[in-house]
């Protein structure tokens, strides 16, 4: 039986994709089509490892007066939905693709602004969902309100019960939660320089980089480099898994993806190269969609073999 794995998305967003060819700024721009995802990286992971096969429960935040797309999403996927539900509106990220001009524009609004009470919630759910389940993924920014430690205060009693924990996010959020030694964490390589504050030149530089951190507690460190791949790297080994060149249709949650393939990997006992060639196939895989959207698992398989892995001493 597929362990049970949690996400959590304290900031999600529905992702309103709309193609104008040639968008022009200070002008009149016609859509030519749009579609609406529920999105937010966490949810974007339970969306990936559902079509994987395993049993995922999401939390977080939600605005209830936009939940329609989420509630579709977790019950065609039968996704246990735990999230904490708050009064307004969910976020919307605007992104405008261009293919005429090969452009992708972001618009991304700002998130909710849970309170106190909203935190405790939260917290309350998380201590729930460890009597029953092994993995909790945590994805995503930090919203309005709530302290960029948050995640440190989430993580650390997850540890002490002995759960594995994987953290994606970035900048402060990313910088205080570390200190809870989650045992995974995917920044892409802007993101290690920034919370590392130093410029990483090489992928030498950038597996020693990572050496320090699963040195303080960690025990992978996943760092995606856009189109010159992936490093996967732990204590003992260190791997640069390279995709071959894509048609890219989005970037909308390739990097979740990877998460969800790594996350996929680790959980049925693969090796960090079979993690490394899985989690880059499922990348590939979502920047062939429109929108947060895997092709076939077989399809993903066939991928796997397409990836490029040699290791890195």
Avoid at 37 to 59: I, M, P, Q, T, Y
Avoid at 240 to 259: C, F, I, R
């Amino acid at each position: 039986m597929t362990r049970r794995i949690v996400t959590v998305t304290l900031n999600p967003a529905i992702d309103q994709t709309v193609s104008i060819p040639n968008f022009a700024a200070n002008a009149v721009n016609r859509v030519a089509w749009k579609q609406d995802d529920a999105g937010g990286k966490g949810v974007n992971v339970a969306s990936f490892l559902a079509e994987a096969g395993h049993r995922v429960s999401v939390s977080g935040f939600l605005g209830r007066e936009n939940d329609a797309l989420f509630k579709t999403l977790f019950h065609q996927k039968q996704i246990e939905d735990h999230f904490v539900y708050l009064p307004g509106e969910t976020r919307i990220n605007i992104k405008i693709v261009d293919d005429a001009q090969g452009q992708v524009t972001d618009i991304n609004y700002p998130g909710q602004a849970p309170t106190h009470p909203d935190v405790d919630g939260l917290r309350k759910v998380v201590h729930a969902l460890a009597g029953s389940c092994d993995w909790f993924v945590f994805s995503g920014s930090v919203p309005a309100n709530v302290s960029t430690t948050i995640y440190d205060e989430l993580i650390g009693p997850l540890k002490a019960q002995g759960k594995t924990v994987v953290l994606d996010t970035s900048g402060d959020a990313l910088r205080f939660g570390l200190p809870a030694k989650p045992d995974l964490i995917k920044p892409n390589q802007a993101e290690l320089e920034e919370v590392l504050n130093t410029r990483l030149e090489s992928h030498g530089a950038i597996v020693a980089a990572a050496r320090e951190l699963i040195d303080s507690g960690l025990t992978y460190v996943v760092v995606s480099m856009g189109a010159e791949g992936a490093l996967f790297i732990d204590r003992a080994q260190a791997f640069h898994a390279q995709p071959p060149p894509v048609v890219l249709k989005s970037t909308v949650g390739a990097g979740d993806a990877m998460v969800a393939g790594t996350v996929a990997g680790l959980v049925s006992g693969a090796s960090l190269r079979e993690c490394a060639t899985l989690g880059t196939a499922f990348s590939m895989g979502a920047l062939g969609e429109i929108g947060p959207r895997l092709p076939t698992m077989e399809k993903i398989q066939a991928m796997r073999k397409l990836v490029t892995v040699r290791e890195v001493v």
